[in-house]
T-cell receptor, first 113, second 118 residues
Framework: DAGVTQSPTHLIKTRGQQVTLRCSPK?????VSWYQQALGQGPQFIFQYYEEEERQRGNFPDRFSGHQFPNYSSELNVNALLLGDSALYLC????????????FGPGTRLTVL | AQKVTQAQTEISVVEKEDVTLDCVYETRDTTYYLFWYKQPPSGELVFLIR??????QNEISGRYSWNFQKSTSSFNFTITASQVVDSAVYFCALSEALITGGGNKLTFGTGTQLKVEL
């Protein structure tokens, strides 16, 4: 049973560029959440998708956008990258029903130069 | 607003010692969930436990145990007879149960770095 997968593992971009990160949920899960974890900090909630709609959003600017596909996989897009966007981006999947436990993927390490 | 506080930034112990990681939370909701996750150096967050606000029974799983006390808004985690493989960052997290639109975001503490030495 495959767990949550994310791609790519690592990414290096320069300021002003755009980036797309991808996530495939654990088998049987229908909800995907994205978190940003800066070095030495706890993960911060970006947004959550269910039924291809954004269901909840954290305090992140509009530069951060997402999408969920019919197969439940998801993308996180960040435009106009800033140095401060350098972080580990974590994807978590869960079942929407019953506010199920979120299971995390290995993350994508984004470095903005 | 939800808040989770992990006051211990770093703890160092010698193998076989017991260690307790503290977690204090704030929420206005009467129904909520509490979690502990482990983050080894590889970076992936590993789920350890979930408790709902109506279940204050303490739980034990092998060398791990959790003490949930609503009266003090605390959800502490104890590792008995610690091992080097327990070295990791441990995060406590909180989610509300009832959100318009259905989202259940996790609010994390800043984590406690546990170092277990031989």
């Amino acid at each position: 049973d495959a767990g949550v997968t994310q791609s790519p593992t690592h990414l290096i971009k320069t300021r002003g560029q755009q980036v797309t990160l991808r996530c495939s949920p654990k088998s049987g899960h229908d909800t995907v959440s994205w978190y940003q974890q800066a070095l030495g900090q706890g993960p911060q909630f970006i947004f959550q998708y269910y039924e291809e709609e954004e269901r909840q959003r954290g305090n992140f600017p509009d530069r951060f956008s997402g999408h969920q596909f019919p197969n439940y996989s998801s993308e996180l897009n960040v435009n106009a990258l800033l140095l401060g966007d350098s972080a580990l981006y974590l994807c978590a999947s869960s079942l929407f029903e019953g506010r199920d436990t979120q299971y995390f993927g290995p993350g994508t390490r984004l470095t903005v130069l | 607003a939800q808040k989770v506080t992990q006051a211990q930034t770093e703890i160092s112990v010698v193998e076989k010692e017991d260690v307790t990681l503290d977690c204090v939370y704030e929420t206005r909701d009467t129904t909520y969930y509490l979690f502990w996750y482990k983050q080894p150096p590889s970076g992936e967050l590993v789920f350890l436990i979930r408790r709902n606000s109506f279940d204050e029974q303490n739980e034990i799983s092998g060398r791990y145990s959790w003490n949930f006390q609503k009266s003090t808004s605390s959800f502490n985690f104890t590792i008995t007879a610690s091992q080097v493989v327990d070295s990791a960052v441990y995060f406590c997290a909180l989610s509300e149960a009832l959100i318009t639109g259905g989202g259940n975001k996790l609010t994390f503490g800043t984590g406690t770095q546990l170092k277990v030495e031989l």
